[in-house]
């Protein structure tokens, strides 16, 4: 199985910065693309980003420019620097790892963006 530990959510106000992380652990060997979708309240989940273990990153338009997906493979981590946050930022946020044939999700981590 795989385990996946997310942290940095909370509470910041508009215009703000967090920075995610979700480290990876338990088989892992062949660990593919990681990445993070978020869902809002009586939203589905949406994809925010992702990067292939190559290095490719992919966001979502309505965080280019704001978001920096990052990933360290020797740490199995991956990360979510947010900046210029907005309340329709707010959501709980997962990490999500492509292993082999299988997508493991974290807990899911809560941000909120109001004054």
């Known amino acids: 199985q795989v385990q996946l530990v997310e942290s940095g959510g909370g509470l910041v106000q508009p215009g703000g910065s967090l920075r995610l992380s979700c480290e990876a652990s338990?088989?892992?060997?062949?660990?593919?693309?990681m990445g993070w979708y978020r869902q809002a309240p009586g939203k589905q989940r949406e994809l925010v980003a992702r990067?292939?273990?190559?290095?490719?990153?992919a966001y979502a338009d309505y965080v280019k420019g704001r978001f920096t997906i990052s990933r360290d493979n020797a740490l199995n981590t991956v990360y979510l620097q947010m900046n210029s946050l907005n309340p329709e930022d707010t959501g709980v946020y997962y990490c999500?790892?492509?292993?082999?044939?299988?997508?493991?999700w974290g807990q899911g981590t809560q941000v909120t963006v109001s004054s």
């Open positions: 990067i292939f273990s190559g290095g490719s990153i």
């Open positions: 999500y790892a492509y292993v082999l044939t299988t997508t493991y």
């Open positions: 338990g088989r892992i060997f062949g660990i593919g693309a």
